[in-house]
């Protein structure tokens, strides 16, 4: 009998160390009331707990958002792990999405999830996973969970949202980040109205340069954006359609590099170190033995003054639908 006893008081020590291992233990717990979400009053809450860690350096763990509108409570977790610290959250926006981000410490992929409320229902719009190098966005997204209605949805968000996307205040950046999830944008957006966003997003020169080189100008754009380099589209234009593009590596100080002809025939380029001054400027000159190309930025007569031993050759004028407006941001700047 004691033996029997034995065990069974080993059993239970046992299944309660395996029940505990098991248990993930809330880290965040935090709640957000009477937010005007959908033209409603909502309330949010996050939460976020982690598994104990068999190593410092992994983890996992699961986090969750919950809503509560008009009554009703709609609820949406999330499992995670990776290398590092977790540094995950909840967010949601005026333009009636909400979501959780997924990111650690250091270089790691930031993974941004959205999630609407259509007719009752939770909608699950798309999740975007950015690699990240130095806190900025790097490289093609990792689109996955993208809803069937996702496209026709972001482009009635357009429609009805005009003065809040394009007028005051700025955008948040996962809010910027969200029309990334439409196949259609540039149809959906005209130039101009990305010209606006663009000042809207200002704070955000990864995510305009971004947009530029992959989605509104992916045809254009001589500037560099792949795995293995960042280049910034800073400015360009046709001229004489023929492209022109000022680009400058995002991560390290160094050149400004002037792009002249099209991506099948690059028939000029030029660069110079970049100077301090550079930083407010509104042009740009560029040396090739006699000759001076200026670029001047400025939307109302943006173009190239070339210049032949001091003595003006031609102005190129850049074609106004085209101009790219000048974002000049080196974040080692």
Known sequence: MKNSLGLLFLFIITFNSIANANQCIEVVNKEIKSILFQKADADFQYKYCEYPRNDLMTFEGRQSVNIKIDGKIYSYSDDVGGVGNFGGSMFFSTLGVF??????????????????????????????????????????????????????????????NQEYIYGSPALSFYEGLLFILSDDLDKDMTIGEFAKLSSKLSEYPDLINFYRQKIFFKNNSLCSYNENITEMDAFGCKVNNKQLSICYNYFDSGSLIYRYGDKSNLELELSREIQDDDISANSFIFQKNKWQYQVNTDPL???????????TVSFLKCDKNTIEPLIFAPIWG
């Open 301 to 311: 007569d943006a173009g190239i003054l070339i210049k032949n031993n001091g003595k």
């Open 99 to 160: 979501g959780l981000v997924s990111t650690t410490t250091g270089n790691s992929p930031i993974s941004i999830l959205y999630l609407t409320i259509i007719e009752n229902k939770l909608v699950l719009l798309g999740q975007l996973t950015f690699e990240q190098n130095m806190g900025n966005i790097v490289g093609e997204p990792y689109i996955e969970g993208k809803s069937d209605i996702t496209n026709f949805w972001i482009k009635k968000l357009l429609q009805s």
